[in-house]
């Protein structure tokens, strides 16, 4: 009878037992959402799943769950859609674009101690191309010709990890100052869109401006402090930005 008693005792306590829920569950059912109704990106807009990525998460679900797809597909500029989540409601003009800056290889040394700005060039050239944004192709041609400037100035090593980096981590779908068409506002769900003539013409003048009177980039220490918490929005940046940081040492 004693031991009936406590196997009893011992099922239910199991039959009671609720698994934790998964912090990043509800950035994956947010995405989710967003495929569901039509919004293809090549990452999750929700990344990591950050406190604020989390938040945003749990507001699209809201009000998806309020509304279904039209909620978001229709939000109201006045609405608590656009309110909550911006992003839903971008409309862009070529006033908004905002001055060329460029922080040279971002979170990436831009050369060896003994050349500090080694490869400076190959990355302010690749600003140019992520300022002004547009088709997916011509990020690929951007990167693409990162990596050959890079190679040309360090090996096939450091290379393939700025590349990979820059391929993980420049995505227009994440809210980081170097995401691709960084001088537009952050527009996740049409990152990839192909700039009106006046827009592309607004963004070439703001580079020929730069290009005229240029200002060099922060040292990679201020970068790395003002960069920290956007690096942390990025799956496996972290890991690769440590990777060619020593990489780089055998160039020494």
């Known amino acids: 009878m004693l031991r009936t008693t406590i196997v009893c005792l011992l099922l239910t306590a199991c039959a009671d037992r609720v698994e934790p829920p998964d912090p990043a569950r509800v950035c994956t059912d947010a995405a989710d959402i967003l495929a569901a109704c039509g919004f293809a990106t090549d990452q999750s807009p929700f990344g990591t799943c950050a406190a604020e990525q989390r938040e945003h998460a749990e507001d699209l679900i809201a009000i998806y769950s309020d509304g279904g797809c039209a909620a978001i597909t229709d939000a109201k500029a006045d609405g608590f859609a656009c309110s909550a989540l911006p992003f839903l409601c971008v409309e862009h003009s070529a006033g908004e674009l905002?001055?060329?800056v460029t922080d040279g290889c971002s979170m990436f040394p831009d050369g060896t101690l003994?050349?500090?700005?080694?490869?400076q060039h190959c990355c302010i050239e690749h600003d140019f191309a992520y300022y002004t944004g547009g088709p997916?192709?011509?990020?690929?041609a951007a990167d693409s010709q990162l990596y050959e400037c890079i190679l040309a100035e360090t090996n096939k090593v450091v290379a393939d990890l700025v590349y990979y980096g820059v391929r993980i981590g420049g995505t227009p779908v994440l809210a980081t100052p170097w995401r691709w068409g960084y001088g537009w506002v952050y527009d996740p769900l049409d990152g990839y869109r192909s700039l009106p003539s006046?827009?592309?013409?607004a963004a070439a003048n703001q580079i020929a401006a730069y290009k005229a009177h240029p200002v060099p980039p922060m040292a990679l220490e201020q970068r790395l402090l003002f960069l920290a918490n956007f690096i942390t929005l990025v799956p496996r940046l972290a890991v690769t930005i440590a990777e060619v940081t020593a990489a780089l040492h055998s160039l020494e």
Not at 136 to 140: M, Y
Request: hydrophobic share 50%; glycine share 0%; charged share 15%.
């Open 98 to 100: 905002a001055p060329f």
């Open 114 to 119: 003994a050349n500090p700005t080694r490869w």
């Open 198 to 201: 006046a827009q592309a013409a």
């Open 136 to 140: 997916s192709a011509l990020r690929e």
